[in-house]
């Protein structure tokens, strides 16, 4: 597994290369706009033509961009979900533009609805941004913890918003964090490997492209975000050096978001590599 962080893009796109490589990350995610605004992410071609030449000659990619924390494809608010859409094609094209793999996001939450009140807007929401934007940029679920009605937790979701859309372009992203605090016990080799079946059955190991490697803040099943460094937290590191040695997603990308910044993600990724390097 490529092991990467989610780095600042202070100062433009361009400079996420610098501030990956100075950790070791072989892969970065980025934001292309604040992610607690609505706000365009275009990107002039100069600035575009400047990334595409810094990622020709970076030890770091593939590169992924986070979409912005406000999406919600769930919403019954039609100006909320137009919003929505326009953000995720803004940010898909600008993926395009820059040579980025794709973008990450959350589907949002039903507020209390659910599900199957929702399932309909949510994959024809999809299609619509999938349809407006160029291949092959990829627009990519990520899992949730599960709190306050957010979509995904359960990999069934995701794998019927999948089947339902039928897109080759529409991925996953699997966060541990969520994953645990969802009810799935990936703590444990026997644990992991039911997810991963689970997984597997319910939405195609095919469709995973990156994951999320956070520790976790609270215990198995409390369905809150809560993000712990590697090791430090409620899931333990003996996971994460799991993952960086499974061949089934050894081309695969692994984004750190835990607490600490630059410094704290330089010691993880280090002790990820000596980690694998020993099973």
């Given at each position: 597994m490529k092991i990467g962080a989610h780095v600042s893009t202070a100062g433009g796109p361009v400079t996420a290369f610098e501030r990956a490589e100075a950790i070791g990350a072989e892969a970065a995610q980025i934001f292309l706009t604040p992610p607690q605004q609505w706000r365009s992410s275009k990107v002039d071609e100069e600035g575009a033509a400047a990334f595409r030449a810094r990622a020709t000659g970076s030890t770091c990619?593939?590169?992924f961009v986070h979409g912005v924390y406000l999406i919600n494809l769930a919403t019954s608010d039609t100006t909320n979900l137009t919003r929505s859409t326009s953000s995720l094609k803004s940010a898909m094209t600008s993926c395009s533009q820059l040579g980025i793999q794709g973008v990450i996001f959350h589907l949002g939450s039903h507020k209390g609805m659910g599900l199957d009140a929702v399932f309909d807007q949510i994959c024809v929401a999809c299609k619509e941004v999938l349809d407006a934007?160029?291949?092959?940029?990829?627009?990519?679920?990520?899992?949730?913890?599960?709190?306050?009605?957010?979509?995904?937790?359960?990999?069934?979701?995701?794998?019927?918003?999948i089947k339902m859309v039928?897109?080759?372009?529409?991925?996953?992203?699997?966060?541990?964090?969520?994953?645990?605090?969802?009810?799935?016990?990936?703590?444990?080799?026997?644990?992991?490997e039911a997810a991963i079946a689970e997984f597997d059955r319910r939405v195609g190991l095919q469709h995973v492209c990156a994951f999320h490697l956070?520790?976790?803040?609270?215990?198995?099943?409390?369905?809150?975000?809560?993000h712990e460094d590697l090791g430090a937290g409620a899931i333990g590191f003996p996971l994460f050096a799991r993952l960086m040695a499974d061949r089934r997603f050894a081309d695969l990308p692994g984004f750190l978001?835990?607490?600490g910044g630059p410094p704290a993600w330089k010691r993880a990724i280090a002790r990820l590599r000596r980690g694998s390097a020993k099973r």
């Open positions: 990619g593939p590169v934007t160029p291949g092959p940029t990829q627009l990519i679920l990520e899992n949730s913890a599960g709190s306050g009605g957010t979509i995904g937790s359960r990999f069934e979701d995701l794998g019927r918003i039928g897109s080759d372009r529409l991925k996953v992203c699997v966060d541990t964090q969520h994953s645990f605090a969802a009810g799935y016990d990936v703590k444990t080799e026997e644990g992991f956070n520790d976790s803040k609270v215990e198995l099943g409390r369905a809150v975000d809560r978001e835990t607490p």
